[in-house]
């Protein structure tokens, strides 16, 4: 017994686990980059709140906030005054086009790119936007659905129980003549069927 405690203790004495800490080396504790990994999250989350907390937007910030949302206004406006200027001025209107056909192509690949990289940017934001207001609405069909459902259980009518007295007389449909009809088309139909 002497000799197998000794190699117990060698493996599992003093607290230690000698396996585990040998299988750490090759494999991750799950457990400890659980806990690395919600210790970077925090600090990141408390990084942001500080940076924006407290934040008192000055004249400076004010003016690049306006000046960061000019360009799309500028160039929804601007074309259509172009459309404007072209019928109501055609000559002024194709001077200033011809000197646009001497920009070189290369600064109209620039053009490009940085109105790509401006509008495709908007785009991502907008549809992340897009797919959480989604998200929500299905959120709530759930519920929009039952509160539809108590609204229309609401509006159905009660059926009332009307007595007739029993020596009224039932009056029978009213028969309208076959001869009375206006639809030729209707009576050739019949005819042809044996009605």
């Not at 003093?14 to 750490?24: H, L, S, Y």
Request: cysteine-free; glycine content about 8%; hydrophobic content about 50%.
């Amino acid at each position: 017994m002497g000799l197998i405690g000794r190699g117990l203790d060698l493996l599992f004495g003093d607290g230690r686990n000698v396996i585990a800490e040998t299988a750490g080396i090759f494999r991750e504790n799950a457990e400890a980059a659980g806990d690395r990994e919600a210790a970077m999250k925090a600090a990141a989350m408390q990084q942001f709140a500080a940076e924006f907390a407290g934040q008192r937007k000055g004249l400076f910030d004010r003016i690049i906030d306006g000046a960061n949302r000019l360009p799309r206004p500028i160039l929804a406006f601007g074309t259509i005054a172009l459309f404007v200027v072209a019928m109501v001025d055609p000559l002024w209107f194709s001077s200033r086009m011809q000197g646009i056909a001497l920009v070189p192509e290369p600064l109209w690949w620039l053009m490009g790119a940085i109105v790509s990289f401006y509008f495709g940017a908007r785009h991502q934001a907008k549809g992340q936007e897009f797919q959480t207001s989604v998200a929500e609405t299905v959120a709530r069909a759930a519920t929009v659905s039952r509160n539809i459902e108590t609204l229309d259980a609401m509006r159905a009518p009660k059926p009332v129980a009307v007595e007739s007295p029993a020596s009224a007389p039932q009056a029978a449909p009213a028969a309208v003549p076959a001869a009375a009809s206006d639809n030729l088309a209707l009576e050739d139909w019949s005819r042809g069927h044996g009605r």
